[in-house]
């Protein structure tokens, strides 16, 4: 294969021709060279995508001219209320390059655990990763299954993911979420809330546990923030700041500072929608997950906006309404309304539409407890997903599907993806007797 420069050739875009002398793919920066190779590895057929390749397929002859629709082609792993193995992260950002996605949003805090070692706090992790129980589908309740479970990343594991992420031009945007979902840090170090012991959290959803927004908290989350810094180049940082029960003008005052602190570094904050009610600084990145209108109010205010609303693109919501559909939880969410979503709200102004950077699809994962339920929340809603915010121009589902059914799905099926079929899922799919909470 022919390398080209060619200056001409949108960020992130490419051009592939393919003669029956010579293969020749242009760019005008890395990235459109890694994404023409993936083009061409869905070339060369399924057997392209397997860990060790064999018998490729002829490539057709032809030229590929192409370019992403948006610079951030993002999805959320939460490994803090299941953790994910180092190796399984790192399966999940190759499956995450091969549909052309470029951001990693790695929750990597919460109630249910702590999952980012810092050196300077190490009850961080050996109190706040690990979980002694869980819920298992339900939310009401005293029931607990018993079983202990958690788990965190070095910081050389860090490092590793980091890289292994770059090289695939992916940039991990980690999360440290603040001052809600906090009960993790809270466990370790009490004085960080009321002072009360708590236990990291066997329960899940709103948790009125919080920070207590005082100076020394200031002070402990700036090392935090640090030390996450000298992990993750990533200019943006997430500080969370969604589901503050309660909230008080001291809250929004303690998210100011983790803003202006990541400022002070020449970084940026990205913070989900409610943070918006404390009228955070403009620099400040909004994440509209709680439906698409706090994204208008930011992209009008002036903020940056990644589109990520949870009655659209949340992956662990249920994708059929049949009752063998696994562990149901929240909004129905066919593979079909997966290819609908369309990035740009309605009502959003022309004129704020640069501001829209594009759209994030969240894998939250309390009802995700193994790589396996990921790979059958995640696939093939994210491939509908990928395709949203990479391609221009209409979309017709049934062009869709079928191409997905005679194309994709084998190459799923190479790489090992335990996806949901087009018919429901496999027997050992299921989790009958386990009853979710559907909305
Ligand atoms: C969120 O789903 N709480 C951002």
């Known amino acids: 294969m022919t390398h080209r420069e060619d200056g001409t050739i949108p960020p992130e875009g490419y051009r592939l021709e393919i003669t029956p002398e010579a293969i020749t793919l242009s760019a005008s920066d890395a990235a459109g060279r890694f994404y023409g190779e993936q083009t061409l590895r869905q070339l060369r057929g399924p057997s392209a995508f397997r860990a060790a390749g064999f018998a490729p397929d002829p490539v057709p002859c032809g030229v590929v001219t192409d370019h992403p629709r948006f610079a951030w082609r993002g999805c959320l792993l939460d490994v803090a209320r299941n953790f994910r193995t180092k190796a399984e992260v790192l399966r999940f950002i190759d499956l995450l390059a091969a549909h052309k996605l470029n951001v990693l949003h790695f929750h990597l805090t919460d109630d249910q655990g702590w999952r980012v070692q810092i050196p300077e706090f190490p009850r961080l992790t050996s109190v706040g990763g690990w979980r002694h129980g869980s819920m298992v589908g339900r939310h009401d309740g005293p029931e607990r299954d018993g079983r202990p479970h958690g788990g965190f990343y070095t910081t050389d594991d860090l490092r590793e993911i980091v890289a292994y992420a770059a090289q695939r031009h992916i940039t991990v945007v980690p999360e440290i979420d603040v001052p809600g979902h906090s009960q993790a840090a809270i466990a370790a170090y009490p004085e960080l809330g009321t002072g009360e012991p708590v236990e990291v959290w066997t329960s899940w959803g709103v948790n009125p546990r919080l920070l207590d927004p005082k100076e020394s908290t200031v002070d402990f989350y700036r090392r935090v923030l640090d030390a996450v810094l000298e992990i993750f180049p990533s200019e943006v940082i997430a500080i969370g700041g969604d589901e503050v029960p309660g909230a008080t ?157 005679e194309a994709h799905l084998p190459r799923l099926d190479a790489l090992g993806v335990e996806y949901r079929a087009l018919d429901g899922p496999h027997p050992w799919q299921r989790r009958p007797g386990v009853p979710g909470r559907p909305r």
């Not at 400040?284 to 209108?293: D, F």
């Not at 662990?316 to 609908?340: C, K, M, N, S, W």
Request: a negative charge; proline letters at 7%; charged letters at 25%.
């Open 249 to 405: 003008e001291r809250h929004a005052w303690f998210v100011d500072r983790m803003i202006e602190h990541l400022e002070s570094r020449g970084r940026r904050a990205l913070g989900w929608d409610e943070i918006l009610d404390g009228k955070p600084a403009t620099s400040a990145i909004i994440g509209s997950w709680r439906g698409e209108e706090a994204g208008v109010v930011a992209a009008k205010a002036g903020h940056d906006v990644v589109m990520c609303p949870e009655q659209h693109v949340y992956l662990d919501h249920r994708q059929a309404d049949h009752p063998d559909e696994p562990i149901p939880v929240g909004f129905l969410r066919t593979l079909a309304d997966f290819y609908a979503y369309e990035p740009y709200p309605a009502d959003l102004p022309e004129d704020a539409r640069p501001r829209i950077l594009g759209a994030q699809a969240q894998v939250w994962t309390e009802h995700l407890d193994s790589v396996r339920r990921v790979d059958y929340a995640v696939f093939p809603r994210l491939c509908a997903f990928a395709e949203v915010v990479w391609s221009s121009g209409p979309r017709d589902f049934g062009e869709f599907s079928a191409r997905l059914a």
